[in-house]
């Protein structure tokens, strides 16, 4: 076992170093320089479970107060969750105030509206909406050249939090106010069973896909990495681990660290160590990705699936619909639901294969589904 100061496959974890999120990160930056009601500044992050959205989110917060803006860190959709984005412009908003408070004596009162920093009255507290509060903290942020970026992770396009938070946003856009808005979620949160307001609102934000990682670069990650832990691995077995990634961050981190901990330290890693390594990655991603995927669909829906990892590589519809006894017709209705939720793809006319990474193997090595 080599103690591994690398990787750390975990939900939500920020990586030591964040792999081939340079475009988007930069492309966004560049989207905060427009001027507020800019299409760019709106912005959906779409990715498969294990993609690196909630990461992705951290790292931008870190980047926009970079650039001066105030950001409420990432909120998940919930039922407080306009509560918590309040506090949490609040609170990021005091850092500007105890920094500009070392040099002024006084105190800040009166000098955004606000008694004292960021905060509401008592009474304001109480009884303003939340639509009032934000218009209020982005105003006094605007007017002091800042700009306000909230981030929400676990998007619910159907929630009425989601619908007010919307809706708000507008209006402060419309009022010219420096906001910028990033909702991260599964492909799948966007439902085309959404026809209001918030649904017109997402079709014209910018649409990020997290796609994934290039092999090439998590191979060079790997050498470079494995050196630093002192661990000689073969480049041939190396490259064997950079497959078994098929590009999925969270994979990348689970083989990173069972290699780490498999191997022993001063020795070469041998083939049985990595084949170890690989079958301990691929049972916790199998587990914590593909289940909760396949939790989270229909009946029908795991059939289709089923009839799908009969074959190796790829699909034909028309074989799916007759293994399972069911018309074109009727599939068609399920291979459009699976694409939508990023689970399948198309692949050329009449085919369709597997996007989620191992999906397959879960299904026709476990006779539970
Ligand atoms: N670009 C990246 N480079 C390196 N590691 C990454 C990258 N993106 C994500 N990871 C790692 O992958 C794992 C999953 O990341 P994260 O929790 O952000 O995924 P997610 O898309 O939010 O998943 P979920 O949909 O389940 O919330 C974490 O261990 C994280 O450190
Ligand atoms: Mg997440």
Redesign the pocket.
């Known amino acids: 076992m080599v103690k591994d100061t690398i990787f750390?496959?975990?939900?939500?974890?920020?990586?030591s170093?964040?792999?081939?999120?340079d475009d988007v990160v930069q492309s966004f930056l560049q989207g905060l320089s427009t001027e507020p009601g800019n299409r760019e500044r709106a912005v959906l992050l779409l990715?498969q479970?294990?993609?690196?959205?909630?990461?992705?989110l951290w790292e931008l917060a870190d980047r926009a107060r970079d650039m001066g803006y105030v950001v409420a860190n990432p909120t998940v959709t919930s039922r407080d969750m306009l509560d918590r984005i309040i506090e949490k412009v609040q609170s990021d908003g005091e850092r500007l105030y105890k920094k500009r408070s070392s040099h002024v004596t006084g105190g800040s009162i009166g000098a955004l509206g606000f008694s004292a920093g960021l905060q509401f009255t008592r009474e304001e507290q109480e009884t303003k909406s939340f639509q009032y509060k934000l218009t209020q903290l982005s105003k006094a942020l605007t007017e002091q050249g800042r700009g306000l970026l909230i981030l929400v992770d676990?998007l619910q396009a159907n929630s009425p939090e989601i619908r007010q938070l919307v809706i708000a946003y507008q209006e402060i856009v419309g009022e010219q106010l420096n906001i910028a808005l990033i909702m991260a979620g599964?492909p799948s949160a966007v439902s085309a069973t959404l026809n209001d307001k918030v649904l017109t609102f997402l079709n014209r934000a910018r649409k990020v896909v997290l796609t994934p990682?290039s092999l090439a670069e998590i191979d060079a990650f790997y050498a470079k990495s494995f050196d630093e832990l002192g661990l000689t691995v073969n480049p041939e077995l190396r490259r064997e681990a950079t497959r078994a990634t098929k590009g999925s961050?969270?994979m990348?981190?689970l083989v990173g660290h069972y290699i780490a901990l498999y191997a022993d330290a001063g020795e070469e890693l041998a083939k049985s160590t990595l084949g170890d390594a690989l079958y301990a990655a691929q049972s916790d991603y199998e587990n914590d990705i593909c289940d909760t995927t396949l939790a989270a669909l229909s009946e029908q829906d795991v059939k289709f699936l089923q009839a799908m990892s009969e074959d190796a590589q790829m699909s034909k519809m028309s074989e799916i619909a007759e293994r399972m006894s069911v018309s074109q017709d009727y599939a068609q209705k399920y291979r459009k639901r699976l694409i939508d939720a990023g689970v399948i793809e198309a692949q050329g006319r009449g085919f369709v294969r597997f996007a989620v990474p191992y999906l397959a193997d879960r299904l026709r090595n476990d006779p539970l589904f």
């Open positions: 750390s496959p975990s939900f939500g974890n920020r990586p170093y964040l792999l081939g999120r990715g479970r294990g993609s690196g959205k909630t990461v992705l676990e599964l990682l961050p969270y990348f981190q």
